[in-house]
């Protein structure tokens, strides 16, 4: 029985949410005085690094249960924990404050790749909640997955962090 | 033959119960990031802990009293005070910690969301400190522990290229880290394997037991083998992370990321057994620091203490700790990541390190307390070294979680 529904809410399963905060603090302490702004390539990195490691745990995660390695449960609440980071990196890029038409760009192909992760840990998610046998099946979830992570790997060989 | 049964037993527990929510968590982010290249501080974490626990249960069992009385009587209120604060509030964030691990597990095991965990693990600590006797406790939870050894089991079952971990060993900064985010989790490792509340535990465990001068052979096993097997388990934690984790990519951030390595290598059985070994012992551990932040307020109060006497003989050391699990509860309700709350306390357990063992140095040294079982020429010299280590680590620790923001 699945009683998670993971909104938007405090996402405040993700560590490296806390992280960004402290960091955040620094970084605007270090922009402050030196009169830089901040960087949004950097920010879309970090992003795309984190979505990225939380694809992958989510693709092991299926793999484990299409093999009857790992229970529902399991798989469930490992699903859970990796849609947080992927809204808390989406949450990051959204509210970036691009200044340059470039950087525009990079802000827009990236929420682009976050949505369509996003929509791959939905179709996941039905996966393992229908229990069925029928549409999506778990493989269809792991195939959106598979998608947003080619996606992000190309989007990641773009931005290229200073 | 009782004896050996006894031995036997204090081993095994030292095992199961060296792992808590801080061994697994940084254990885990370690491996998923720098591989085995951090090893070398579990090992000078665990040296470290012997080391001290060892020299914490000397003085209760010559003394007759827990290390944090007899720092309040000898170093007097002030240093004392200062003892107090740093390692109570450590203590209530481990609390903080542990029972947040706890209902992370539990989610774990049955997809109902941890915060629905968190009031049903507090009132089975708070039942459990109340009402079942300190070595049933203590051995049942550590036992259970001993689940974790499956993380080893695991690792020999995922079948990995040997030599290419064995060459991870070398302390080494990975291409794609920093030496600043290296040195700050080395730092987090060594507060891991050295948090204060495992030795003032360790000392009012000690006075509980009603051990004297006779125990101390036993007490000296069970440190030197239980806890360096025990830090074999973290290594074990590591090692499955960099195996499986590392290589797709994962940086660990959650306790469910933890767990995927075993159900890798082992399947469903060994999910269910780290299952029972992490809700055995975070739940071990929420005892350990929800008893500890009794025992250090009480002792440094002269309130009446211990759970060898009754609630009522010991009112105000049982109200603290139900303050205590309420302050963790209230904290864990504002919905703040039990993981983070993890990796920042055992970076605060590094940071008030030396406010814990250089008073228990000072004691371990004074004869009027230690009569013969004064600390010797080599251990004296061990604890002065790791005096400076724990003081480089103390003061590196803050300027490192600027500098890395807090090692992301």
Redo the contacts between chains.
């Keep these: 029985m699945v009683l998670t529904t993971p909104g938007p809410g405090p996402a405040g399963r993700s560590t490296r949410t806390g992280r960004k905060h402290l960091g955040g603090l620094v970084l605007a302490a270090l922009a402050l005085l030196t009169g830089c702004s901040g960087g949004t390539s950097q920010s879309v990195s970090t992003a795309l690094e984190d979505s990225s490691s939380a694809v992958a745990t989510a693709r092991i995660a299926l793999r484990q249960d299409m093999d009857g390695k790992l229970t529902r449960a399991a798989a469930s609440t490992t699903l859970d924990d990796e849609l947080k980071e992927i809204q808390t990196s989406r949450s990051t890029v959204l509210k970036l404050s691009p200044a340059t038409q470039e950087e525009r760009e990079t802000q827009k192909q990236a929420l682009d790749v976050l949505d369509q992760c996003a929509a791959g840990f939905a179709t996941a998610r039905a996966a393992l909640a229908a229990n069925d046998g029928g549409a999506p099946s778990v493989s269809d979830g792991d195939k959106a997955l598979a998608g947003a992570q080619d996606a992000l790997k190309q989007l990641e060989g773009k931005v290229v962090s200073p | 033959m009782k004896r050996l049964l006894g031995v036997a037993l204090g081993i095994l527990t030292a095992i199961g119960g060296f792992v808590d929510i801080g061994d697994l968590v940084t254990n885990a982010v370690v491996g998923s990031r720098f591989g085995l290249s951090l090893v070398w501080v579990v090992a000078v974490g665990v040296v470290g802990i012997c080391l001290f626990a060892n020299m914490s249960g000397r003085v209760a069992a010559a003394s007759g009293r827990a290390t944090f009385e007899v720092i309040r009587e000898r170093l007097g209120a002030r240093a004392g005070l200062a003892n107090l604060a740093a390692s109570f509030l450590i203590n209530l964030m481990t609390v903080t910690a542990e029972i947040g691990g706890v209902a992370l597990a539990l989610?774990?095991?049955?997809?109902?969301?941890y915060l629905?965990w968190i009031p049903v693990a507090a009132l089975a600590v708070w039942l459990v400190v109340w009402r079942v006797r300190f070595t049933i406790m203590e051995n049942v939870t550590g036992l259970l522990g001993l689940t974790l050894i499956i993380f080893a089991v695991a690792l020999f079952l995922l079948k990995p290229d040997w030599g290419m971990l064995a060459g991870q060993l070398a302390p080494a900064v990975p291409e794609q880290e920093t030496v600043w985010t290296y040195s700050y989790y080395a730092i987090a490792l060594f507060g891991a394997a050295m948090t204060p509340y495992e030795v003032f535990f360790f000392s009012s465990g000690a006075v509980e037991e009603g051990w004297t001068v006779k125990d101390l052979l036993q007490e000296r096993i069970n440190v030197l083998v239980g806890f360096p097997l025990g830090g074999l388990l973290s290594v074990a934690i590591a090692a499955c992370a960099a195996v499986?984790?590392l290589p797709?990519?994962?940086?660990v951030?959650?306790l469910?990321?933890v767990?995927?390595p075993v159900?890798?290598g082992a399947?469903?059985i060994g999910?269910a057994l780290v299952?029972v070994g992490i809700v055995a012992a975070t739940f071990g551990a929420a005892l350990e620091t929800t008893l500890s932040s009794g025992y250090t307020l009480a002792q440094f109060f002269g309130w009446s203490w211990g759970k060898f006497r009754r609630p009522a003989e010991a009112a105000r050391f049982h109200l603290a700790m139900i303050v205590c699990l309420l302050v963790g509860i209230a904290v864990l309700a504002?919905?703040?990541?039990p993981?983070?709350v993890t990796?920042y306390s055992v970076v605060f357990s590094a940071i008030a390190l030396p406010l814990t063992y250089l008073p228990i140095l000072i004691v371990a040294n004074d004869p009027q307390y230690m009569r013969e079982h004064v600390n010797g020429r080599v251990v004296n010299v061990l604890g002065m070294v790791y005096l400076v280590i724990i003081l480089v680590a103390s003061i590196a620790a803050i300027p490192l979680?600027?500098?890395?923001?807090?090692?992301?």
């Design positions: 989610q774990l095991a049955s997809s109902v969301y629905l499986v984790l797709a990519g994962i940086s951030t959650s469910s990321q767990v995927l159900a890798e399947g469903k999910l299952l504002t919905g703040v990541d993981v983070l990796e979680m600027i500098v890395t923001g807090a090692g992301s």
